[in-house]
Structure formats: C-alpha cells, structure tokens
C-alpha cells in the first residue's frame, strides 16, 4: 500500500521551530516532486514548499520563504520541513503530497498521494 505518513507536528511558541517529517511506504520518493500543503481553518489550501524529482528545484511559498526549509533524504525515504521564527499564522494541518511529474504543480490535485495532515498550532 503506497502511504505518506506525516509526524514533527505540535504546539510551539511564536518564533520557535519544528520539523515535519513525511515518510514513504510501499514506493521510493526518489524521482517523486514532494510538496508540503497547510490548511488552516477558514483559509484555501496553501502551498508551502515544494522539491521537484528532477533536479530537485525547490519553490517556497513568499510568506515561508527565509524561514523553512525543505530537504529530502533519500535513503531514508524521509522529505523534511524545518520550520523556523514560527509565526501565528502558520498555524494549521500541514499535509505532505507526492506526484511523478518531474515540476511542482500548480493546481494540487496534480498530487496523486497524499499524506493525513498533521496539526502545527504557533500560540503563546
């Protein structure tokens, strides 16, 4: 069964950090474009960082860009988002997604496997 699983989430102070993990079972992510989403409440769904599988091109989002950072490591079949100078808004379900087209997509349904969302809450 192909599963992306999603863990690093939790509650942090504003300007602290976390890092999201999102694992690959049952397909390597070599060669898979991986992007982190959030969804936070009463918001569109947002793209927030993205690698490519060819080239490994990474876009971020401008209200992420300087503060996360995404990495993958193949070996593990792990892609990572540091996140950093954690703000209130960053608050929501962070959802990591995978597809075999070699660039980022613009339209996420594009994204053929998805991850179950975790929650990343940034409250004092």
């Known amino acids: 069964q192909l599963q992306l699983v999603e863990s690093g989430g939790g509650l942090v102070q504003p300007g602290g950090s976390l890092r999201l993990s999102c694992a690959a079972s049952?397909?390597?992510?070599?060669?898979?474009?991986i992007g982190w989403l959030r969804q936070a409440p009463g918001k569109e769904r947002e793209g927030v960082s993205c690698i490519s599988g060819i080239g490994g091109t990474i876009k971020n989002a401008d209200s992420v860009k300087g503060r996360f950072t995404l990495s993958r490591d193949n070996a593990k079949n792990t892609v990572y988002l540091q996140m950093n100078s954690l703000k209130p808004e960053d608050t929501g379900v962070y959802l990591c997604?995978?597809?075999?087209?070699?660039?980022?997509?613009?339209?996420?349904?594009?994204?053929?496997?998805w991850g179950q969302g975790i929650q990343v809450t940034v409250s004092s």
């Open positions: 049952g397909f390597r992510l070599l060669g898979y474009t």
């Open positions: 997604a995978a597809t075999f087209n070699s660039w980022c997509p613009s339209v996420f349904d594009e994204y053929e496997y």
